[in-house]
């Protein structure tokens, strides 16, 4: 596999398990509203059902931005600033609830999902990256 290669392979697991975190934060919300009304069955399917929604949407919103970001941030050689991440998922779930429902006063949620979704992006593709790196050096290859 060659630099550019994991480069890649690391960024997507990145975005991908930022997905899943905005998506369990966003669950975990709705999921302590409805034990405090009393869950259902029911109740708890469909929550599942509006999870898979939110991470469909998440996953389709975010390609792009996340993409430029991680690019941005090869580029620069930042790789190893987590806020930058934290504050650009931030701003990403922030903009997307506005973009989306601008009457919703629930955004500070949204950007609290982004954020979590940022470090778990920052997270993955580092920890993926220097697996790669590691197992490349041990194999007596450069990366």
Do not use: Q
Not at 4 to 22: H, L, Y
Not at 94 to 105: E, K, T, V
């Amino acid at each position: 596999m060659t630099d550019r290669e994991t480069e890649i392979s690391a960024d997507v697991k990145g975005w991908f398990a930022g997905c899943a975190a905005a998506t369990a934060v966003l669950f975990l919300y709705g999921l302590v509203a409805a034990l405090a009304k009393g869950l259902t069955f029911p109740l708890l399917f469909a929550g599942l059902f509006v999870a898979a929604v939110h991470f469909a949407f998440i996953a389709m919103f975010t390609a792009v931005p996340a993409g430029l970001l991680m690019w941005g941030v090869r580029k620069a050689r930042l790789e190893l600033v987590a806020p930058l991440f934290v504050a650009c998922g931030a701003a990403l779930g922030w903009s997307g609830n506005y973009l989306f429902s601008p009457f919703d006063r629930d955004r500070m949620l949204y950007a609290a999902a982004g954020a979590a979704a940022g470090l778990a992006a920052w997270y993955c593709s580092r920890r993926s990256l220097a697996k790669t790196t590691e197992r490349a050096a041990s194999e007596g290859g450069t990366t």
